[in-house]
């Protein structure tokens, strides 16, 4: 493995220019600072893993995460894949303060404000498309408070990273999926979660463009939010499929997937055309008894694993991310296949 000394020789500098860019510190011409990362870069360089440990340690260093997991469990696999990632990172002795809220602007101002007087050395969020949270990421990177976004995206903004799917993609391959297993011409509803967050309207957007470029044979009936809760998705499920007999399929392009399909097996519905997202069980569960035809699995582990990483990169080893835009692939979960998720 390749030394600061032979770092400093290679760039054709000393090693305490090369300790100051690998630390971040002091000031370093940006021509010297590029080759020495470039070097890095080639040869993989990676600090003293315990004596790294022991200077991040005495920084004391505490990763905020806000994630709209208050009546959504598929965040719970998001959480599990940020614990286990600072599991393996646990010899730093990074801590993490989590918050779980609600499509609720105010609530999500109030927690960005709460963790930044906490002295949170990284947030990672599930923001709502809202100028007033590009604000105040803006903020946040003005006083070198780095921002991971997860999950959900929001345009324009400050933040240094996205981790998460590519929902205009897994909307549109929604819609090639409705096409694929519907024949004839067909009226449908679309169950969203929330025109709040960008993830869900960029899935609304995709399904919808597909089907207007490809798919004349499907006809979009409506859009209902259910603000991701399964209790309000079985209500204003029930009551659509109740007043719309003529529909045929429905996309539900956020979570409270279980209240909505418990409505369509309670109304003994079996010709119904049923795209969701997500591998929860009791998604699985509704596929296995084929109220569900297919989802489209987003990796919610992957998520939480890979934001922690991004984190852990930047702020121990300062590395930014190689890529803007961190997509996890979208998986397609029928019937027939369910043995590989559960395997």
Known sequence: ????????????????????????RGNVKPEIKEKVLNIIEKYDYKPNKAGLALVTKKKKLTIGVILFSKHNPFFIDVINGMMTKLKEAEDYGISMIRKEISFDLEEQKKAILEL???????????????FEIRD??????????????????????????YVGSDYYSAGS???????????????LGIILGSKKVLCHTERLAGFRDTIKKNYKNLEIIAVLENNDDDNKSYEITKNFINNHKEIKALF??????????????????????????????????????????????QQPFMQGYKSIEVAIDYLIHHISPKKELNYLKSNIIIKENIGEIKG
Do not use: H, Q
């Not at 493995?1 to 760039?11: D, F, N, S, Y």
């Not at 995206?153 to 933040?159: H, T």
């Open 136 to 161: 105040l990421i803006g903020e946040l990177y003005n006083e070198n408070i780095p921002v991971i976004t997860v999950n959900t995206d929001i345009k324009n903004s400050k933040r240094l990273a």
């Open 252 to 297: 539900f392009a956020g979570a409270g997937v279980a209240g909505g399909t418990s409505a369509i097996k309670d109304a003994n519905l079996k010709d119904m055309y049923v795209i969701t997202f997500d591998t929860l069980s009791s998604t699985i569960n509704m596929l296995e008894k084929g109220i569900i035809t297919a989802t489209i699995d």
């Open 116 to 130: 930044k007087e906490k002295n949170i050395s990284c947030l990672i969020i599930s923001p709502l498309d809202s």
């Open 173 to 187: 391959i929604a819609a090639g999926l409705m096409k694929l297993f519907t024949k004839d011409k067909i009226k």
């Open 1 to 24: 493995m390749i030394t600061i000394k032979e770092i400093a020789e290679l760039v054709g500098t000393s090693r305490g220019t090369v300790d100051r860019v690998i630390n971040n």
